[in-house]
């Protein structure tokens, strides 16, 4: 795995003030641009020319984004327009574990006007079990990652923007916090430990140095000193998967390229036929891969490393496929949000919109923002196969071309959704629902 070494311009972080900002600032743009919704391709042509017909009702939305920097603080959010039912209908087969179970077909072309929508309530009503709030964060900026277990979270805190200090094992019964180990910043670090991602008793992540050297870090549960586990050579933008797989981990570069490398330390090793795959849920590897330009959907092509299977996303005519999960991809059709089995079968409309990198957490659930002629109505918490939804309780900010809200993300396990509501954490454990 090899690529470009960076720049004359990079600098260690550690020792360079501005160029730190200018890497962060980037590295967190690129991220939002490529979690951004994408404007479908539908509704582009429409803009260019002739002027479209009315929105479908309840399910039109407008996929547009922009990304606004506030200085000082350098937050992120999305500015929106999206539309959706306040309930979608139940998936029913859509929602099941294996491909190929539903014969339903595509729905019709919905006709009329962007619904008046209501806001679903509010989710310490729909799902209590599911929900804990903890106290504000404060200097501390305690970060979610994972959990660990049933009430542990994996935590970690920060020095500075993006550079993470050390990880911590939180009890969300007694909110106490045990220290698992310091993440270090090695000289000539220019990516921040990134992607953090505990399996079995361990805990890895990497980070990437100035000279093209990107390090694969671990360390115990249990607590211990961090542990280099290997390195390799990538571009500039480092890696986009890291999972732990027995006693190897395995990762891919934002490039392309597949490897394993034991726990314990060692040498990388390509997986075979891994040359421009991506890691998506181990042992499942495809492309195109979850960043940068691309062309047909996110992993619309995926690959088993153990028993050999292949699986493509179907296309029918009038549709684009926005990115795919090992059972699910997600699409659009003049407009309206679609989600379906990677056979083509088990369609079922999606409320709101998918960030065009995004995949439904537990091939279940779905964050959408909604919002009708009104303006802003809600992010809600979607649960497809249960039929039920609830407002997160985040609010928007209002601005001149419409408004601006951060709409949270589950994490790499799909089981994780954190939020902040002024002065309180959000947490849920969606495998609760």
């Known amino acids: 795995m090899t690529g470009p070494t960076t720049g004359p311009n990079e600098h260690n972080r550690d020792g360079a003030g501005a160029t730190v900002l200018e890497e962060t600032l980037r590295r967190t743009l690129e991220r939002a641009a490529d979690r951004a919704p994408a404007l479908p391709a539908a509704v582009a042509a429409r803009l260019a020319g002739p002027p479209p017909r009315r929105a479908p009702r309840a399910q039109a939305l407008l996929a547009a984004a922009a990304v606004v920097v506030v200085a000082a603080g350098v937050s992120v959010a999305v500015t929106a327009g999206l539309g959706g039912p306040a309930e979608p209908r139940p998936a029913g087969p859509a929602a099941t574990a294996s491909a190929g179970v539903s014969t339903s077909e595509p729905t019709a072309e919905p006709t009329g006007e962007l619904a008046d929508l209501q806001a679903p309530p509010p989710i310490e ?58 993440v270090p910043t090695p000289k000539g670090t220019v990516l921040f430990a990134s992607d953090f991602r505990a399996g079995g008793d361990r805990v890895v992540w990497w980070n ?14 249990s607590g211990g000193e961090a542990a280099l586990v290997t390195t390799v050579r990538t571009d500039e933008s480092g890696l986009d998967g890291v999972q732990i797989a027995g006693d190897r981990v395995v990762f891919s570069a934002r490039s392309g390229g597949v490897h394993t490398a034991p726990l314990a330390g060692g040498p990388a ?102 919002r009708d002629r009104t303006g802003f109505v809600a992010v809600a918490l979607y649960d497809l196969a249960g039929g039920r939804s609830a407002d997160l309780g985040i609010e928007a900010e209002q601005r001149e071309n419409g408004f601006s809200v951060q709409s949270p993300g589950f994490d790499a396990a799909g089981r994780l959704l954190s939020y902040e509501v002024g002065d ?10």
């Open 424 to 433: 309180t954490l959000y947490v849920v454990d969606v495998t609760k629902i």
């Open 208 to 221: 990437r140095l100035k000279d093209g050297t990107t390090q694969i870090w671990s360390a115990p549960l």
């Open 269 to 370: 090793t390509p997986v075979e036929g891994g040359a421009s795959m991506h890691v998506l849920n181990w042992p499942w590897i495809g492309e195109p891969g979850p960043y940068g330009e691309h062309v047909g959907p996110r992993f619309g092509r995926i690959r088993n490393v153990e028993t050999g299977e292949t699986r493509t996303g179907t296309t029918r005519a009038g549709d684009e496929l926005l990115g795919c999960s090992v059972t699910h991809c997600i699409g659009h059709r003049k407009g309206a949000m679609f989600l379906r089995l990677r056979d083509g079968s088990g369609e079922q409309p999606l409320p709101g919109s998918m960030g065009r990198m995004d995949r439904l957490a537990q091939d279940r659930f779905h964050v959408a923002t909604l």
């Open 125 to 182: 009503e729909v799902w209590p079990q599911a929900l804990h709030k903890l106290p504000g964060t404060g200097r501390d900026r305690l970060r979610p990652i994972q959990f660990l277990d049933d009430r542990t979270l994996l935590v970690s805190t920060w020095s500075s923007f993006e550079k993470t200090s050390a990880l911590y094992a939180y009890d969300l019964g007694t909110r106490e916090r045990r220290e698992i180990t310091k």
